[in-house]
């Protein structure tokens, strides 16, 4: 059995991992004029371009305050924190200027050891497109009594970005798909595997066996041509939808005789 190999990509709008500055009680972060920053770094790098990579950057800023199930800490009592915090951010359409509310924010949360009763655990301010955000602690206090609930807290800046780039067909496509060779004859599955294409949210991997004699008599045109492609996957070729986090696949052979098996993912 032989291998055919082609590439192609489509690529679109991409959610990138979240950027995330946490302050944690349990390392004694959480403390007045203690800061905690995220910026977009690539948006930055973006407005350096003589050729942006971006059409658009769509941002959403999560100032959480709340418990830390990390932090083991036996919890004795009821109690309530008060987090008094100062807001500073760059919108995305002035990055190079620093703002900040007129007052300081408060995020309040609160813990009951009652079985069953509601707390509110964690408390949130939300807000959009700021490529950059400065959080710095004014004070943080609890009525906790004979014990300090602080080490069991944590603020967390986070910085959600979802892309869109600037799609171009020979820069973004995909380099080249690989295959690894079965390890023994008779082998149900054929491992194949391509790098990660900048800017795509998803692959379409497609495949297609050519016998023998068909490929032979050149029923699909001329191998290598593009018309062979084609023609190729024109009909009833199989195909999966990977996210763009998958950059590999095993393909089932379930295929008799000799020929041609031809791969492509875009």
């Known amino acids: 059995m032989l291998f055919g190999i082609s590439s192609l ?37 973006d407005l350096q371009r003589s050729s942006p990579k971006f059409e658009a950057t769509n941002l959403k800023n999560i100032i959480s305050f709340s418990m830390d199930e990390a932090s083991g800490l036996v919890l004795k009592t009821p109690f309530q924190a008060t987090l008094v915090y100062r807001l500073y951010f760059s919108f995305k359409n002035k990055p190079y200027e620093e703002d900040s509310l007129e007052e300081n924010q408060t995020l309040v949360i609160n813990y009951d050891t009652a079985q069953g009763k509601p707390f509110n655990a964690i408390n949130s301010f939300v807000f959009e497109n700021a490529v950059r955000v400065r959080v710095k602690i004014v004070s943080i206090k609890t009525n906790a009594v004979g014990w300090d609930p602080v080490p069991s807290l944590k603020l967390t800046n986070e910085l959600r970005i ?8 020979g820069e973004n496509k995909v380099a080249a798909i690989s295959f690894t060779p079965p390890g023994t004859e008779g082998a149900d599955e054929l491992h194949v595997f391509w790098p990660a294409a900048e800017g795509a949210d998803e692959y379409d991997l497609e495949w297609r ?24 996957f024109r009909n009833n070729a199989a195909r999966v939808t990977l996210d763009n986090t998958t950059h590999d696949y095993n393909i089932p052979l379930f295929f008799e005789g000799g020929g041609w098996l031809i791969f492509r993912v875009r």
């Not at 979802?162 to 067909?169: E, V």
């Not at 001329?222 to 190729?232: D, I, M």
């Open 9 to 45: 990509l489509n690529a679109m709008a991409v959610e990138e991992p979240a950027i995330i500055a946490p302050l944690e009680g349990r390392l004694g972060q959480l403390k007045t004029d203690s800061f905690a920053e995220v910026q977009d770094m690539d948006f930055y790098a």
């Open 162 to 169: 979802d892309r869109q780039y600037i799609f171009n067909c």
């Open 209 to 232: 066996y050519i016998d023998r004699s068909a490929y032979d008599a050149k029923v699909y045109g001329e191998p290598g041509s593009g018309g062979f492609e084609k023609n190729v």
